[in-house]
T-cell receptor
Framework: AQKITQTQPGMFVQEKEAVTLDCTYD???????LFWYKQPSSGEMIFLIY??????QNATEGRYSLNFQKARKSANLVISASQLGDSAMYFC?????????????FGTGTRLKVLA | DGGITQSPKYLFRKEGQNVTLSCEQN?????MYWYRQDPGQGLRLIYY???????QKGDIAEGYSVSREKKESFPLTVTSAQKNPTAFYLC???????????????FGSGTRLTVV
């Protein structure tokens, strides 16, 4: 079963607008971490934002915020005031502990295109 | 500065040849990982290692081999048994024990492998 689901293969947003990238997850653990990464065309993975399962406040990092709805098991990324440089692939990931091992599971990604 | 170095950035392989992708980190991370990424797709785990001289298969280990003789190094060999090796390969490392907050992955810059 898919543990991280990103249902939007591609998204368009107008420059300076806000955009939400969806991510739902599935875990039976109480303690887990959720991450968003950005992958530009060059290929490197850039860490954007983190949300711990016990964090009561939604995480924010500059123009990035994470809309964490624990009961719905969703961790959507919100990018405010989109810039042309935001055009990239975005991955949601979850860190969970299984049998004493920490594993990181990635979604299939959402390709975001910012339009001028 | 600490980080992960992957080399080479681009690699061409003839059919039937084995090739080895290098991954070196100086972050003193215990765990290292290899992922494969196909165009427009997410990351799929090939192998991972939590400790020196030990490693486990990921989701798509067939046709690949690894070694972990030193904490800093986790080379990946793509063998001739891997029928469709053309892809982008990402190496990552992480803290194993009690990761705090966003102590998630640190990624290398990737190796693009093409079969010619």
């Amino acid at each position: 079963a898919q543990k991280i689901t990103q249902t939007q293969p591609g998204m368009f947003v107008q420059e300076k607008e806000a955009v939400t990238l969806d991510c739902t997850y599935d875990t039976s653990d109480q303690s887990y971490g959720l991450f968003w990464y950005k992958q530009p065309s060059s290929g490197e993975m850039i860490f954007l934002i983190y949300q711990g399962s016990y964090d009561e406040q939604n995480a924010t990092e500059g123009r990035y915020s994470l809309n964490f709805q624990k009961a719905r098991k969703s961790a959507n990324l919100v990018i405010s005031a989109s810039q042309l440089g935001d055009s990239a692939m975005y991955f949601c990931a979850m860190r969970e502990q299984t049998s004493g091992t920490y594993k990181y599971i990635f979604g299939t990604g959402t390709r975001l295109k910012v339009l001028a | 500065d600490g980080g992960i170095t992957q080399s080479p950035k681009y690699l061409f392989r003839k059919e039937g040849q084995n090739v080895t992708l290098s991954c070196e980190q100086n972050l003193n991370h215990d765990a290292m990982y290899w992922y494969r990424q196909d165009p427009g797709q997410g990351l799929r785990l090939i192998y991972y290692s939590q400790i020196v001289n030990d490693f486990q298969k990921g989701d798509i280990a067939e046709g690949y081999s690894v070694s972990r003789e030193k904490k800093e190094s986790f080379p990946l060999t793509v063998t001739s048994a891997q029928k469709n090796p053309t892809a982008f390969y990402l190496c990552a490392s992480s803290i194993v024990t009690f990761p705090i907050g966003h102590a998630g992955y640190t990624f290398g810059s990737g190796t693009r492998l093409t079969v010619v």
